[in-house]
């Protein structure tokens, strides 16, 4: 116990040493950013976990203290960020806005979603309406965060406001600027998704998994983040841990893809394994179809018109697409190639058909890639038949 007002002054009753406040640091935003990934994103706004109410109430509890989210809120946004991924209506998207404006000004975007209440109700609903939801945590949302830096005050003294400090710019400058801002930006993809996500890095702990946001595009109601052998999440692994001492429940987790040897034609399990791995399909013929052709041409294409042929040019401005269109002009295969790709994403994107209708345009698509002569398509499109789904195992 502090033996004056001085010594409560700086350093409150615990008088910790410095090894013990970054200890605490680290503990209370770990606990801030698994708040977030696991309950927040992963339970709430994508349903893919459920949790014991006692720890749904101690996330619910706890986000309100750090960070004064709302957990409707949050939701709403984050869903139809989903929804309106890179258009006008995106509430954070770099490609639209900028990416200093998400990077520097993250919160400021996020408060301005909130404001759009038409939205909130439209993308919100199922989330906690109980009594402390609406007589606590939504009307005094500001009220957490200040009695977290009285709590900081009287534990740590003078050093405990520093520390409030940094726990409440932990979410802004990690959620909203770096997975917002440079998670659609700057990093690695493993799926060629309609939008411009990608994975920071194989792996960072402190922000629980999602830094692995091109696979959490790909697969939205996926509890887990990890895809590739060499990638973690550690969101995911906490997860596991609950489950096997029954405070969690996964709900969901993405398929993956097995391949059929010998299936003369696509079938119905062709057609559900590509409308549930539709980017992976996307992503294989790139890898798989275009590059080592464009290998083998030997011909020079600068990066960012070469991502143009994983993705059909989506993301190219008018000049570029039309330098783009140029070169393909001059390389009937290439150009062969890419109009393959766009048809067979068109075959994948049109929903407006039934089952039947778009395995025959697929049947189609299978039988003039295998005429093409190109060995490549050849390959792949028999590859493709063999499409198959095996649902993950949680």
Not at 62 to 72: P, Q
Not at 93 to 99: C, E, R
Not at 106 to 114: I, Q, S
Request: charged share 20%; net charge positive; proline share 4%.
């Amino acid at each position: 116990m502090p033996a004056s007002l001085l010594d409560f002054l700086a350093g409150g009753l615990f008088q910790a040493s410095f090894g013990t406040l970054l200890i605490y640091l680290l503990v209370a935003t770990q606990l801030t950013i698994f708040s977030v990934t696991l309950y927040l994103h992963r339970s709430q706004a994508h349903r893919a976990v459920d949790f014991h109410p006692v720890l749904a109430h101690f996330f619910r509890f706890w986000t309100w203290l750090t960070t004064s989210m709302i957990t409707r809120e949050w939701a709403a946004i984050h869903r139809k960020h989903h929804a309106k991924c890179e258009t006008e209506e995106d509430p954070h998207s770099p490609q639209v806005k900028g990416i200093r404006t998400v990077f520097w000004r993250g919160v400021e975007l996020y408060r301005e979603a909130r404001n759009d209440r038409e939205s909130i109700e439209k993308y919100g609903k199922g989330c906690p309406d109980d009594w402390i939801e609406r007589k606590v945590y939504t009307p005094h949302a500001t009220l957490g965060p200040t009695l977290l830096l009285f709590i900081s005050f009287a534990l740590f003294g003078a050093a405990g406001i520093a520390v409030w400090a940094i726990q409440m710019a932990w979410i802004p400058f990690w959620a909203a600027g770096v997975v917002n801002g440079l998670g659609h930006w700057w990093g690695y993809r493993n799926f060629e998704t309609t939008d411009t996500a990608t994975n920071l890095t194989p792996w960072a702990v402190w922000i629980g998994g999602e830094e692995l946001h091109n696979n959490h595009h790909a697969f939205p109601s996926s509890a887990k983040f990890s895809l590739r052998k060499f990638e973690f999440d550690i969101g995911w692994t906490t997860l596991k841990l609950l489950q096997a001492v029954g405070l969690a429940k996964v709900l969901r987790v993405a398929p993956t893809l097995d391949v059929r040897p010998n299936i003369a034609m696509p079938d119905g399990e062709t057609l559900r394994a590509l409308l549930a791995i539709r980017f992976q399909a996307m992503t294989d013929y790139y890898r798989k179809v275009t590059l080592p052709t464009l290998h083998e041409s030997r011909a020079r294409l600068p990066r960012k018109l070469r991502k143009g042929l994983a993705d059909g040019g989506r993301w190219l401005d008018e000049d570029k697409r039309a330098r783009l269109q140029a070169w393909l002009d001059e390389r009937p295969r290439m150009a062969t190639l890419a109009e393959y790709r766009q048809r067979l994403q068109q075959v994948l994107d049109d929903r407006s058909n039934d089952a039947q209708t778009t395995l025959k345009k697929l049947h189609a698509w299978c039988a003039e890639a295998e005429a093409s002569g190109i060995q490549s398509l050849q390959q792949f499109s028999e590859r493709l038949k063999g499409y198959a789904l095996v649902p993950a195992r949680s």
